[in-house]
């Protein structure tokens, strides 16, 4: 069966690489970008020095700050009508998943019109957007080169993944020295997030010849260099490995899917606003444990790829040792459980059949290894608590 391939047109990889932003939306033909970011990027000076760059190459710009983490319908609109009211003809996105995800929808939504909840999979998307660079400044959604947005509905709470082929950004820069000032916490999660994109790519259902490479590579990376850099956040190679290995996990995923891990997430981060990155940590294991019956194969080559099992193990002992090495990882990066985090218990388990529904209604678990019932789901929620 035939797949479709899709990456941006244009990646810019390696430290000081922002510095071609203006040259890349010259190829793009952006005459007016407008730059989607968040509050911490405006006040660290990152973006201001980005509008500095394209102003002095000719490129007049205006700046969206307001984007927020898990982005609501209600923060797409206002940056909609900074696109629109402004006479943008482009998206420059900056910052980590929540500004490229926003600049995704805004882009999608001025173009097509109607709300976000309009193109939730598996509705489609018919016009494609205005050109959009995106710069990440994290290193683990791989936004920067995936297929998707996930978009929090103000109204509901419900969290949707719209897909599409004209979400793929048209450009991409990718520039480790963005990373460097990332804390540990944000390092840790946004690098198994990477992980979690890896694994679930090449597990999936709609795992094929072309994405794995990209997963293999990555998975073997985050694995060796994610504790350097948690530890040491100033280490320039455990960095830039991290950098390129999430944008590889992004390619990944994006030409295959995740599975059961992100439908659970995204439940999860939004009825606790839980990251992204921390709903996937707390999650990875124990979906993997759950799953590996029925993929022994895959899971076997992702222990053997990693190095935590080797060639003389069969496939059921390898699989084993990749369920332990991912909970001993988590207790070394200091995940917390839901009940450490300090959500309440009895909104906690009020809310498992609501998110067990939401989750198996993303469509996501269908791609897993083991297809889960929405009671398996719960019973899955129910055993991460603690």
Not at 265 to 274: E, I, Q, T
């Amino acid at each position: 069966m035939a797949i479709e391939v899709l990456v941006p047109s244009i990646i810019k990889i390696g430290g000081g690489a922002i510095s071609e932003a203006s040259s890349v939306l010259k190829r793009l033909g952006a005459k007016h970008p407008l730059i989607v970011t968040d509050a911490f990027l405006v006040r660290v000076g990152l973006a201001e020095s980005l509008c500095q760059q394209l102003e002095k190459a000719g490129i007049a710009c205006g700046v969206y700050s307001e984007t927020v983490p898990d982005p609501t319908t209600t923060a797409i609109a206002a940056g909609l009508r900074a696109f629109v009211q402004g006479e943008h003809d482009a998206l420059v996105s900056l910052g980590g998943g929540s500004p490229i995800d926003s600049a995704k929808a805004i882009g999608m939504l001025s173009s097509n019109g109607g709300h976000a909840r309009d193109y939730k999979v598996p509705n489609g998307i018919p016009k494609k957007g205005p050109p959009h660079l995106a710069i990440p400044t994290t290193a683990g959604t791989g936004s920067e080169v995936s297929r998707f947005t996930v978009i929090t509905d103000s109204e509901t709470g419900e969290k949707m993944l719209i897909a599409g082929a004209s979400l793929v950004p048209n450009a991409a820069i990718v520039d480790f020295e963005l990373t460097m000032s990332m804390p540990a916490r944000l390092t840790a999660d946004t690098g198994t997030d990477s992980l979690t994109h890896a694994i679930e790519a090449y597990v999936s259902r709609k795992a094929n010849a072309f994405a794995d490479p990209f997963a293999m590579a990555a998975m073997k990376t985050i694995w060796a260099e994610l504790p350097t850099a948690f530890r040491d956040p100033g280490n320039r190679r455990a960095r830039e490995s991290m950098m390129l290995a999430a944008t590889q996990a992004g390619m990944a995923f994006s030409n295959a899917s995740v599975a059961l891990v992100h439908g659970m997430s995204r439940p999860l981060g939004a009825h606790f606003h839980v990251s992204h990155g921390l709903s996937n940590a707390m999650l990875l294991p124990a979906v993997t444990a759950f799953s590996v019956k029925a993929g022994e194969g895959r899971y076997a080559e992702c222990a053997r790829t990693i190095g935590v099992a080797d060639s003389s193990d069969p496939d059921s002992k390898a699989a084993k040792k990749l369920v332990d090495a991912l909970f001993e990882r988590n207790q070394e990066l200091e995940v917390p459980s839901p009940k450490s985090l300090g959500i309440s218990e009895e909104r906690y388990f009020s809310l498992i059949p609501i998110m067990a529904r939401q989750a198996l209604d993303s469509g996501s678990p269908q791609n897993n290894p083991r297809v889960p019932t929405s009671d398996e789901i719960a019973e899955i929620y129910r055993h991460i608590w603690a």
